[in-house]
């Protein structure tokens, strides 16, 4: 059978929804945006020197960067010992414990925001909860600020970590750990002496995965920030579709592909390290 | 009247450093069946898989019946193979199983039915002809392979190592149902094995082979009796082996003794190697050759024992002797002479020189 | 070795973190309150009333519905054949042109969503059937291939080669023994497939138009406008489906293989 006749389909999709627009982005990041905000055909470097030269940018760049290391750092803290657990479980719970960590990957991220707001709500779970013990008098702020998106980006990235994790540490065996108990370790001395070494590349691998997703996410910063956070990826959304300034939108798209780009070779070469 | 012909049969695979197959040519009589016997890695499967075109040669031809089927694709060859694995397919019931060769050469619903039944009931499984493989036990499934390669009316029936996947107590019944069945239908057959004793039991024809190329063809007997090469006398059956020395025609000394040989035709050194004094050598001895003298019997090679160890297989009684020559071992009988000397017991044992196989060290 | 009582703890927690926005979601679409109020003042379906009397979401759902079934044939009508391609035969170029399918999965939704605004607008294609079917296809087949080179590949094959012996073309041995035994893996691509549809947000707030929406685009709009319990029971309908689907994928082929990446 011919190779090329059956990959024709599935190169004709892509070439035209997914090579050809990006080359286009690429190509658009170098027009001009006129005095009047109208695209004029151009090659040339004016748009990412405006970009680039704007604290705005640098000020959204740090912005995304602390708030998708953080929901990173925290998402990862968190899967692990859900990983453990479904490691540790017996085989027949471990099939549900996994679906149950990975599923909420597969749920629209708008209608899991939705159990947010009923949550963090000034109404919401927690203040009626605070509210109930007497511990607060006044609702506390959870939503429509960066607490809200640091809240749910880090619930969003969790079952990506749980992805990597179950991947990486499925291949540790865990007699490791049984071994070390024999040879007298406590369960504190065993997870800091064997487990966490062990599980340290997967960690990592996790981290910088969610990191990536979290600097380039969008519906959680837009719908838990209130229109009140503002990060890269909600910048390009406006550029794009309220300003409507094509070439600043393609420029800064291109500058986030660039440094997620960089953070992809950066994790190929940490995780190869890790390996050797 | 030859009916599979191979020529210069050889296939090399990319980064290997020795070609798998390596200039295989062998002839088969219609009928015949054929064991390519070796151990893993010889080329045995990968030959079989270039007579089913399954794997493209780099040199050689295959001829079926005079004709040249090598540039073929499989799907025109019409060879029945039974795979190692069975490789039936999983979605269909035994009976579409068996019917799926007949379908893909266009044969009507009607001749197709009478088809299968007959394929079916050839291998006694018209009951379980609308199970489905997972349904049935190894050795009905690997039935159900072998009706499915029977029911197209093959050219060549193509055998890989059909035994391997079945319990041991299964195994020799099966063996002789397939050749049995062989028989019946006259298919000519090429059948993969690692496993001396398979062949042995079923073949016409045996070609040993080794490293990508043919160590001997022939009868098993002769395989067996007369083995070509130090290969074919190390692979198929057991050997006690001596390291010797030739003296003369016919005569090679081993340790302290001189023992006598008769040169065949065939041995590794070719013609009249054996004579020159002073070459190096090695004697292989089959242990049911050796026999326990009694006083004054005479024999060709005569050696004085002690027994080292003996070992009790049932029928079979193994007695490890040590000898002037080496150590040898017999394979006795249980109840014949000699077959319950005690370790340490001492005895007479005689071998004939045309039983002596000698081969280049 | 059993786990310990802290570990259990934190396990928990994380357990916790990851469902409680679903469970609460589920309770609250059943409230009958006026707002997101949590516990709810009280039970009803009358959000989920409000949900099927809403003409605008009604047509967006029906919209999304079709537009996923569409994609999840399309995804697999080419995601197949490619598949099979990397699965069993032997070319130059091989890996690249795997690389080159599952890349959509590496870049952010957001920026492929505006790369096909620039691409689609000038020719007239943004806010129509066939822009949004190109971009969500392009999306899904990732997932369609990749499921199903699992799929091909897990078909041994010897099995393909004894259909061969048998005279069966490749072809013909491809549709008519490797394709049906890897059957589960293409209902589980499909699935999938309807569902990366089905949900796709990002993307397709760059494509629709005002008359041509789809239901997470809607769902989107009103929870960054207004906040009542009509959006959890939309939610809930968002869940099911998924739910429908994990379960469905769970069983033909297991969850872990086909979203694993390893």
Known sequence: MNAALLLLPAVLILAAGFLYPVALLGRISLNRTSDIGAMEPDLTLATFEKVVGDDFTWELAWNTATLAAGSALAATALALPVVLLIRAAPPRWRGLLSLMAIAPLLVSGTARIVGWLAILGDQGLINAALEGLGLATEPLRLINNLTGVRIGLTESLMPYACLVLIAGLGRLDPRLEEAAATLGATRTKTFLRVTLPLAAPALLAAFLLTFVLGVSAFITPRLMGGGRVFVIATEIFDLALETVDWPAAAALAMLLLGALAVALVLRTALTRSARA | ?361 | MRPGWVLRLLAFCGYALLLAPVIVVAIISFSAGDFLTFPPPGFSTRWYEALFANGQLMAALQRSAILASVVAVIALLAGMPAAYAIARLRFPGRDAIAMLIAAPLLLPTLVLGLALLLALQPLKLAATWPGLVLAHSMVALPFAVRIMTTAFGAVPKEVEEAAWTLGATPARAALRITLPIAAPGAAAAGALCFLVSFDETVISLFLVGPRLSTLPVEMFRYVETRTDPLVAALAMALIGVALAVVLLVERLVGFNRALGRG
């Open chain 2, 1 to 361: 009247m030859t009916h599979l012909r191979l020529e210069g049969l050889t296939r090399r695979f990319p980064g290997a450093a020795h070609p798998a197959v390596d200039g295989v040519s062998l002839q088969l009589p219609k009928g015949a069946l054929l064991a390519l016997l070796g151990p893993s890695g010889c080329g045995k499967t990968t030959t079989l898989r270039m007579i089913a075109g399954l794997e493209v040669p780099d040199g050689g031809r295959v001829l079926v019946a005079g004709q040249d089927v090598t540039a073929l694709p499989p799907h025109r060859r019409n060879m029945g193979v039974v795979f190692q694995s069975y490789a039936l397919f999983p979605h269909m019931t035994a009976a579409a199983n068996v019917a799926f060769g007949l379908e893909m050469r266009g044969i009507g619903r009607a001749e197709r039915r009478a088809r299968v039944d007959e394929a079916l009931a050839l291998v006694g499984l018209s009951d379980l002809a609308l199970r489905k493989p997972r349904q049935l036990s190894g050795g009905q499934q690997q039935r159900v392979a072998l009706a499915r390669a029977l029911a197209i009316r093959p050219d060549l029936l193509l055998l890989d190592e059909p035994l391997s996947a079945l319990d041991a107590k299964l195994r020799e019944g099966v063996r002789d149902e397939i050749r049995a069945l062989q028989q019946r239908v006259g298919a000519t057959t090429v059948f993969v094995t690692h496993d001396q004793t398979e062949a042995l039991a079923m073949a016409d024809l045996v070609a040993v082979m080794n490293e990508g190329r043919v160590e001997q063809l022939g009868a098993p007997e002769e395989v067996f009796e007369r083995p070509a090469t130090r290969f074919v006398a190390t692979f198929v059956g057991r050997a006690a082996r001596l390291p010797g020395k030739v003296e003369g025609p016919g005569v090679v000394r081993c340790g302290e003794v001189a023992l006598r040989f008769s040169p065949s035709p065939v041995h590794g050194g070719g013609p009249g190697w054996g004579d020159a004094a002073g070459t190096t050598v090695e004697l292989f001895i089959r242990p049911h050759h050796i026999r326990p003298l009694v006083e004054g019997q005479p024999a060709d090679n005569v050696l004085d024992a002690q027994v080292l160890r003996r070992t009790f297989t049932g029928d079979v009684v193994a007695l490890e002797c040590a000898t002037p020559a080496g150590t040898l071992l017999a394979e006795l009988h249980g109840g014949t002479r000699g077959a319950s000397a005690a370790v340490g017991s001492r005895l007479r044992l005689g071998f004939a020189a045309q039983d002596v196989r000698v081969f280049p060290a």
